[in-house]
């Protein structure tokens, strides 16, 4: 087992017209020893490039990488006594599931009854010894997943990197399959980072999440500390579906999620009501809740109810809502950084 | 909650004739586009299979048959009032009188060691174009492939001059060095499509599974590059076979010609013309390229249409 | 929280060696694999393409190797020739027939197989077979075709009427069909075409069926008619790959001479004379290196302005 700490890590690469691009820019990350870390941001934010450089298939422009309190920028994958499961799961399509799990443990060159065993062993945990002649194309996408894990687990590295391993599972699939996944990491305790642009998985399976946009990280910390306390507003969006209303106010942004969005007749205590003019436009009913759809002072914000509130607002006329004031983040007009203290 | 939207009319259309459908000119339609298909099918069957069936049919013909004088009898038949039954004297003519078959060894060992260089140069420059070599590898690549388009027409004279330096004129060696200059080219650019297909996953999976990155290549991309070095096998063996120009130029001496040169060059006696073994040299390698070039089209065109064409 | 898993019990892993990892090395690794081919490459075309340039302007003989500069005087003395000049007119009206005529039949033929019809399997393959064969084995089939007096196709020509007796073509028995000027470059254009066009016609093929699926359901579904279609969507969409069948299939024309040298070694009277047959009989025929050089390195300009299209090509599939 070990840690994984980067510092000051930064990839470059020449854009089209030759200039530098910084797909990671100065990156400073510590995870702890056994920790399930979530690198969340959008598509082409860098949290790949930075998963790839630790795992030692991209070098580094500039900065350290280091596993377990070595620094092995100048290692090769195969050094790294690290396991990754790609996107696709990278699954060897000429050999069969036994030959794929056998892959690493021939690499190092361990003896065949050795093997046997650690593939026994692997296959067990997940619940693939029925899998063991098939090839990968014989295979569902949910146990090409447990092959890919079971091909990691395998050689007992100190750390997991897995690259949205979930992105190719149907949605329903894909609820079983992180619970699955989180337990697992849980019982074999073996430190973990894993890259994914799905919030839900982020918020569902981190211990922590490090959120990264343009190559930064704009906020490490535990889900909670993420949703309740967002450093900016960029995190304040990128998390929470809906996101989160931003709403400008003099010469500052206040933000509020939309479950604590309610019209003002319905608060009990008054004293610490913000209030704040709703006009709703369209209302969406989900099931078990509705969110409605409108505008703040012209801007697009949006409510979200439990089914079972009564509501009677009408499209188009201006109704008196209201936020409490701890549920109030404000933040920078300019930089989107979050402002603390009374307000 | 009510909405309040605008509905959106399109504007009037004022004139035109609809969209008319009539069932029976329709089935007329389908039944005459369906004859011209097939009889254009097979005009151009006959005019590309023509030739072959006549020589085939040659092959078989006794003399007298053949070399009527004037001609009487249907020369397209061996079962006519006035013809004779078919033979396969020429056959066993072309196999054991003439020196058909060291033609044949002759092309088999240029074929086969052509495809041994092709392979051993072209593969690790295709996989370097494709993998390592940032921006600049598809445009090398293409270079390359234009090398392909320089012909022997215009290389053969400079290329006697090396040949006659390194000693091997009149030898099959000369072919087994110069063939190769337009094998590899075609076929560096044809496994650099299969090289860009196989995912890049897979490789950096090997890495990460404990291999060097020479070593990923060997263990995950060579067992997946089966079918595209087979086309490149096959390619560069037909095309060693194709082969005339530098064969006639350099190769003198009968023992050392190949089927291309020899069949054409050695089977024709002043005057007299053994026709029969003449067709019959031509038809045994013929169909036999024919079928495993046909194997393996659609390989090839994928390289013939410089990327132009995706999917 | 269910139980921690424990491992079963390894044998001592080696540890991980820290020498340079020279075969990991993109930087190392790169090079040494591309370099043996464009050695060979530069070494077997490059220098061979230069020497053949400079041959162009020496007087190189097979009797005397020392290349000595006499500048254009090959070039002059070609262009004086009748020979050449033959050569390079029949080069050029051989290459742009073909190639119009294999651009309508390709277009053609590609369209039948792209529908769907009951052995079409087999119809590919025959159609395949000119381009699949060795080129200098089938010269010598079309040229039993054409040699009176046994050719099977003057045969046929007497069986409906047009040779022989009486014929409403020829009074003769054969046509001669190498022996008389036009109908010897007549000959040999029908040659060239039927080589070349199972190439074009697969080439167009698969920019054919690369047309996307959902592209012609649309315009079905706005009732456009097959002809509408053809013009509008198929023909457009195909002019790169139609462009690609066309410059292959000039090169392959433009620098052939086996067909001419199996069929009529550019007689009678070099009425089938190119540029790649003439060089070849000067420079090795009659060992005059410089002289076969200066004909050849007509094929050049011709080549390089095909490169260029080609890379244009490719670029732009590149960019899309």
Redesign the interface.
Known sequence: MATVETRKLTKEFTGHAGEGVFAVNGIDLAIKDGEFMVLLGPSGCGKTTLLRMI???EHPTSGDILIGDHIVNDL???ARS???V???Y?????LNVYNNIA??LR??KMPREEQKKQIEWAAGILGIEELLKRKPRQLSGGQRQRVALA?AIV?HPNVFLLDEPLSNLDAQRRASARDELQQFQRRIGTTTIYVTHDQVEAMGMGDRIAVIDKGSIRQIGTPEEIYDEPADTFVATFLGSPPMNLVKRDDEILGFRPEHFFPASQAGSTDDLVPLQFT????EYLGAERL?YGDVDGVRAIARFPSTTHLE????HKVDFAVRRQHLKRFDIETGLRRYGAG | ????LQPIAPPPIESGPG?SYNPRTARAKRIG??AA??S??MF??I???M??A??IL?IFKQNAD??Q???QK???SFWGELNQPPTLENLRFLLWDTNYLVFVKNSLVVGFFTVVITL???M??A???TR??GGWG?SLG?A?F??Y??????????????ISELNLKNSIWSLV??Y??FT??FC?WLLMGFFKSI?W??E????????????AII??VL??SVPGILTVIVFSF?LS??E??YS??FVTSTANKT???G??TELIRGDIYF?QA??A??VL???P??????LF??RF??G???????? | MAAPIAPPPTVPRTAPDTNR?L????KF??????L???I??VA??G???V??IA?AFSDVTVGD?SIDWVGLKNFRNSWGNAAFQKALKNSLIFTFVTQALVMI?GN??AL??A?D?KGKRL????????????????????W??FSP??S?LD?IL?EIGALGPGGWWSND?NAYWLALPDRAQFSVVLVQV?RV???AT??L???LT?IPQDVREAANLD?AG?MRQLVWIRLPLLA??ML?AFL?GT?FVF????IV??MTRGQPNDATQV??HL??MR??QSGD?AS??SV??F??PV?AG??AL??R??R???TS
Not at chain 1, 280 to 283: A, D, G, I, K, N
Request: aromatic share 14%.
């Open positions: 795992g030692g298939l090769p994958p195969r690290i396991a990754m790609f996107q696709s990278a699954l060897y399509p000429h892959f690493p690499a190092a091909r050689r709703p436009l369209r209302e409605v607002i009408e499209a188009g | 909650m009510s909405s309040q969209i586009a369906r298909l097939y254009t099918a151009f069957v005019f590309a299979a030739p072959f006549w020589m040659t053949l070399y004088q004037p001609m249907s020369p397209f051993l140069l072209a690790p420059a996989y370097a174009l390592l070599s598809e293409i390359i234009l090398v388009l320089i012909p022997p027409t215009l290389l053969f004279l400079p290329m006697t001059r090396i060095v110069v190769p200059t590899i080219p560096t995912p996953d897979v950096e999976q090997a890495m990460i599974d404990g291999y060097s990155r020479f070593g263990r995950a067992p997946l037909t076979l194709h005339f120009v006639l130029a089927i291309s040169t069949v054409t026709w003449l067709m040299a031509s390698v013929a169909i390229i024919a079928i495993l070039y046909n089209l659609d065109i994928a013939f249409t410089l990327g132009a064409v995706k999917g | 990892y075969l990991d090395r993109e690794l790169g090079p040494i694999m591309l043996p081919a464009v060979y490459i077997l075309v220098v061979p393409l020497i053949a041959y190797q039949l053609i033929l039948v197989l529908s019809f119809v590919r393959f025959l159609i395949l077979l000119p381009w699949a064969t060795p080129v200098a084995l089938v010269a010598v089939g079309w039993w075709i007096p046994y099977a045969y007497r028995n039927w066009l199972p190439l697969v080439i093929l698969a920019g690369a009732g097959y790169p790959i690609v292959f090169v620098s052939d001479m086996i040298y199996i540029i790649p060089a070849f420079g090795v290196l076969g050089a050849a390195v094929l050049f080549l095909v490169a080609m890379l090509t490719a732009r599939a590149e």
